[in-house]
């Protein structure tokens, strides 16, 4: 199986870890130490030589920060982790509420004065700039990495196999990008990438480098020309490097600061994602920089119409698996399954498409309180039994040669009270509103998160996680720059491929959420419309939603006819692909309310 279930957390290695890092801080004169979750490349996504975040504290999630000074040690985690941290981390470490308590904030709270410690690689230049301003009496000193001191079994460096992406799936030769974006760098002679994904995606490869994530660890810098100079371990490559062609020069990784010194400027940088060490290493060198967000962000957002329907199939693909897997649970008696056997099931399903390169991420699967804990990972200590009365929450992916997918569906198990329908029909409500909505360009994910919500708003409920976030196309299930939520500032523009997921959680006793992806698409003009340029939401997946767990009364004409509509679909789209089994409980499922 891609998916483990071996426990990952030690919270009991905790003390004696920090205990080490402290004892190194006190020697080096260090008062605070920042441990991020981020690597050198700045994604959010780590090998588990990068993984020192967990490795410290034992928190495992995929988002927060630890700051440790003499006296304490913060664990900062958003909304998402929140009743994750708990159990994860030693009393040793206070879980920090953030950002609602920004780090800034924090550091000046409980260290007055003295030296902030930090490795240069693993903080961009737009986080070390904002903390520089907020805390002008702290003195900020770059230094090697504290915690690779003091891990003595700490995993080598991944050296994943890179393979072509066709052109059949990407839509665009590479040289083709390469020039494209290459002429887009206006004030700039050269741009330095750092986004394994972003080079991914120019270079139309594919990596194994982080699990469930097929991009491979590098960097790169562009030149306005077109060439570029890709600083990657040879070994990766085998004879990918010779079909890259004339325009790919590969160069050993511990070259790039050499190079980069020899780099003429004006060099262009995004601040977001650059590490301090690569612009620190400019401006020792004299070198001109200007900066301006990788160059690669919106153009890999705004998937070609190959892309799309590349997409397109292997959500089709993916459908087909699911559909055979909720049509085998709902076989099994209440109380025969636990929460393994679910991520297994659906494994399988999805293995035997015959085209599954890997998950897109670890299965989420949780019964009962489980589902209440945002980005819950099952393991053996906890695997729970699915009884009756319960409400499963399944979100997983799969990462096909033509797409990513990821899906949550709430299941209803045995027989449901009527506070989790009531509650499962408003988050449904708001799913379909983003699915049904028309709106300017121009517009940001701020702009329409709002629409999910206002169903949860009217009963005095809402969730901490935003509504959805960009997906790529055989890349990172979470991809940027777009994102539907409240602090999505980029406006959408056609081909950008989102999740739509509102949930409603409640602590200690269920989750729900409901995850279709979706694709910006221009909407069809109306000849009396004032508004020149209208967008709208095309559906990508299609998976039967629960109809036992939804409140007929409660959802409003148009949203019945959405919701009928939308399983009419599911059942033209996917009925011909299944056998008698799954097609029985398709038809079944996709019945009109």
Known sequence: MFQSFEETSNPAAGPGRLADLRGVMSKEGFDAFIVPRSDAHQGEY??????????????????????????????????????????????????????????????????????????????????????????????????????????????????????????????????????????????????????????????????????????????????????????????????????????????????????????????????????????????????????????????????????????????????????????????????????????????????????????????ISGTGPNGAIVHYRVTEKTNARIEDGHMLLVDSGGQYRDGTTDITRTIAIGTVGDAEKQAFTRVLRGMIAISRLKFPKGLAGRDLDAFARAPLWEAGLDYGHGTGHGVGAFLSVHEGPQRLARTGTVPFEPGMILSNEPGFYREGAFGIRIENLIVVTQAEPRPDATIRDLLEFETLTYVPIDRRLIVAEMLTAPERAWLNSYHETCRNTLLPLVDDTAAQWLVNATQPI
């Not at 301003?133 to 230094?143: G, I, N, S, V, Y």
């Not at 004299?286 to 199939?313: F, M, Q, V, W, Y």
Request: proline share 7%; net charge negative.
């Open 46 to 363: 780590v090998a588990p030589r990068d993984d020192r975040l967990a490795w410290l504290t034992g928190f495992t999630g995929s988002a927060g920060f630890a700051v440790i000074l003499a006296d304490r040690a913060g664990v900062f985690v958003d909304s998402r982790y929140r009743v994750q941290v708990k159990v994860q981390v030693a009393s040793d470490f206070t879980p920090v509420d953030w950002p609602e308590i920004s780090l800034s904030d924090w550091i000046a709270e409980h260290l007055s004065g003295g030296v902030v410690a930090y490795d240069p690689w693993l903080f961009s230049v737009e986080q070390l700039r904002k903390l520089m301003k907020d805390l002008p009496e702290h003195e900020f000193r770059a230094t090697d990495n504290l915690i690779d001191r003091i891990w003595e079994d700490q995993p080598d460096a991944p050296i994943g196999k890179i393979t072509a992406q066709p052109v059949e799936f990407a839509g665009e030769a590479h040289d083709e990008k390469l020039k494209r974006i290459g002429a887009s760098l206006k004030a700039a002679k050269a741009c330095v990438l750092t986004l394994p994904d972003s080079i991914a995606w120019l270079l139309n490869i594919r990596g194994t480098d982080i699990p469930r994530n097929p991009v491979p660890h590098a960097f790169a810098i562009l030149n306005n020309s077109g060439d570029i100079t890709l600083f990657v371990d040879d070994r990766k490559l085998g004879d990918l490097a010779t079909a890259l062609g004339p325009k790919v020069k590969i160069a050993a990784p511990d070259s790039l600061i050499t190079v980069l010194a020899g780099t003429e400027g004006p060099v262009q940088i995004d601040p977001a994602t650059c590490p301090v060490a690569i612009s620190s290493v400019l401006a020792t060198s004299g070198i001109a920089t200007t900066e301006a967000p990788d160059p690669c962000l919106l153009p890999k957002a705004c998937k070609n119409p190959t892309e799309i329907a590349s997409t397109r199939a292997a959500h089709t693909r993916d459908g087909v698996a699911m559909v055979r897997f909720l049509a085998w649970l709902d076989q099994q008696p209440a109380g025969s399954l636990t929460e393994i056997d679910v991520v297994k099931q659906l494994e399988g399903e999805r293995r035997a498409t015959n085209c599954l390169e890997d998950i897109s991420f670890e299965t």
